[in-house]
Antibody, heavy 123, light 107 residues
Framework: QVQLQQWGAGLLKPSETLSLTCVGY????????WSWIRQPPGKGLEWIGE???????NYNPSLKSRVTISVDTSKNQVSLNLSSVTAADTAVYYC?????????????????WGQGTLVSVSS | DIQMTQSPSTLSASVGDRVTITCRAS??????LAWYQQKPGKAPKLLIF???SLESGVPSRFSGSGSGTEFTLTISSLQPDDFATYYC?????????FGQGTKVEVK
């Protein structure tokens, strides 16, 4: 069973860039999409975007102008950058593993989650 | 975006109760729906995928049904470990979207 470990800065000021990294241990890295999801305190889940082993990305249009997701296949790592953060970006950020659908092209549900990283934005 | 609406938002129940949570999609998502359980301070856990397929290791008291726009998650006999918040998620069309959550609390 793959284990996802994530890390990054937990306190940012408005206008700074959020940067998080996630590494997968013990699993088959290349056969999945790798997603980022966030959850503001006391609220629901929001899908941010995803990347596959080949670097193909899909982003939530609501965040697309500020988001970059990248992959380092040599290290089994995926990274999230979110620019120009505001207090509204305060949330727990999760990296997650997403299997392909039967076509082998699209992602599906999330079958493995990282532990989450609380990122707070405050001046 | 496809809007996912769960009902109820909060459900009060007792151990042993049969519990049903509903998730409605704003347009047809055929069977591309997953259910997750989340406990405070923890990441969500996959319970059900493809509307009715039970994830490996998940107790059989959990079941999912539905297609098109209406789906249900049923817990046949609520156990102490099941008090948590439950979310549905559609993966029919990007962006993937989640319901707002249903909190199952002690009655």
């Amino acid at each position: 069973q793959v284990q996802l470990q994530q890390w990054g800065a937990g306190l940012l000021k408005p206008s700074e860039t959020l940067s998080l990294t996630c590494v997968g241990y013990g699993g088959y890295f290349s056969g999945y999409y790798w997603s980022w999801i966030r959850q503001p305190p006391g609220k629901g889940l929001e899908w941010i975007g995803e990347i596959n082993y080949s670097g193909r990305t899909n982003y939530n249009p609501s965040l697309k102008s500020r988001v970059t997701i990248s992959v380092d296949t040599s290290k089994n790592q995926v990274s999230l950058n979110l620019s120009s953060v505001t207090a509204a970006d305060t949330a727990v950020y999760y990296c997650a593993r997403t299997p392909y659908d039967s076509s082998g092209f699209y992602s599906t549900f999330i079958d493995n989650w990282g532990q989450g990283t609380l990122v707070s934005v405050s001046s | 975006d496809i809007q996912m609406t769960q009902s109820p938002s909060t459900l009060s129940a007792s151990v042993g109760d049969r519990v049903t949570i509903t998730c409605r999609a704003s347009q047809s998502i055929t069977v591309w729906l997953a259910w997750y359980q989340q406990k405070p301070g923890k990441a969500p856990k996959l319970l059900i995928f493809r509307a009715s397929s039970l994830e490996s290791g998940v107790p059989s008291r959990f079941s999912g049904s539905g297609s098109g726009t209406e789906f249900t998650l049923t817990i046949s006999s609520l156990q102490p470990d099941d008090f948590a918040t439950y979310y549905c998620q559609q993966y029919d069309s990007y962006p993937w979207t989640f319901g707002q959550g249903t909190k199952v609390e002690v009655k």
